[in-house]
């Protein structure tokens, strides 16, 4: 999920094992949402997107789902492995058809996978 | 691919100077992004520009300007540097009708 203060959400897992990070977005009217990866020191990485008139799309090993009932969107990283370890932030298109498609970044989740 | 690099990756600056952060994109996207990222608070917006030549302020625009006179180029600049905007700076660019921001590495400034 979302972070609180200044510690990130940290999610630890075992390498081969699935990951699932979370992200509640904030604004119903939103009709585009991202996934970026960001490792340290390093500026962030398009992973996945999706549109609102959807409710999951795959990629190569990842996974976004859309809950558009509870404005909440997850990403899945199928068999994790150590190159996966960053911070993962989800970011959303709050103003559907502006002009200048800003978008909204969450704080992020800190994934490390474990040997 | 995209590419989108920043002048500087580690810049140290001292309290009062003039600092300039060049932003460069070779996709001929139209709208440019400059950020800033603190821990704990995320990805901040502190410009965009969606044209040369044209700007808009984002959330935390103060302490900043910025230039856009060519389309690969944004420049972020602060004018009076001060110790709270050490800061990582990410620059972004997308096409005009395309929502995907892609960013630079980024540019981490620290002001004494």
């Known amino acids: 999920g979302e972070s609180v203060g200044l510690h990130l959400p940290t999610l630890s897992v075992q390498e081969g094992d699935n990951s699932i990070i979370n992200c509640a977005y904030s604004?119903?009217?939103?009709?585009?949402f991202i996934w970026y990866k960001q490792e340290s020191g390093k500026g962030p990485q398009f992973i996945i997107d999706?549109?609102?008139?959807?409710d999951k799309r795959q990629g190569q090993r990842v996974t976004v789902l859309l809950n558009k009932t509870v404005k909440h969107l997850s990403l899945q990283i199928a068999a994790t492995q150590p190159g996966d370890s960053a911070v993962y932030f989800c970011a959303e298109n709050m103003i559907p058809g502006g002009s200048n498609y800003k978008l909204t970044f969450g704080k992020g989740t800190l994934l490390t996978v474990n040997p | 691919d995209v590419k989108v690099t920043q002048s500087s990756r580690y810049l140290v600056k001292r309290t009062g100077e003039k600092v300039f952060l060049e932003c460069v994109q070779d996709?001929?996207?139209?709208?440019m992004f400059w950020y800033r990222q603190d821990p704990g608070l995320g990805l901040r917006l502190i410009y965009f520009?969606?044209?040369?030549?044209?700007?808009e302020k984002g959330d935390i625009p103060e302490g900043y300007s910025v230039s856009r006179e060519k389309k690969e180029r944004f420049s972020l600049i602060l004018e009076s540097a001060s110790t709270n905007q050490t800061s990582m700076y990410l620059c972004?660019?997308?096409?005009?009708?395309?929502?995907?921001?892609?960013f630079g590495p980024g540019t981490r400034l620290l002001v004494l």
């Open positions: 972004a660019s997308t096409a005009g009708d395309q929502e995907t921001q892609y």
């Open positions: 996709m001929d996207h139209e709208n």
């Open positions: 999706i549109r609102s008139n959807m």
């Open positions: 604004n119903s009217a939103s009709d585009y």
């Open positions: 520009s969606y044209d040369v030549k044209m700007k």
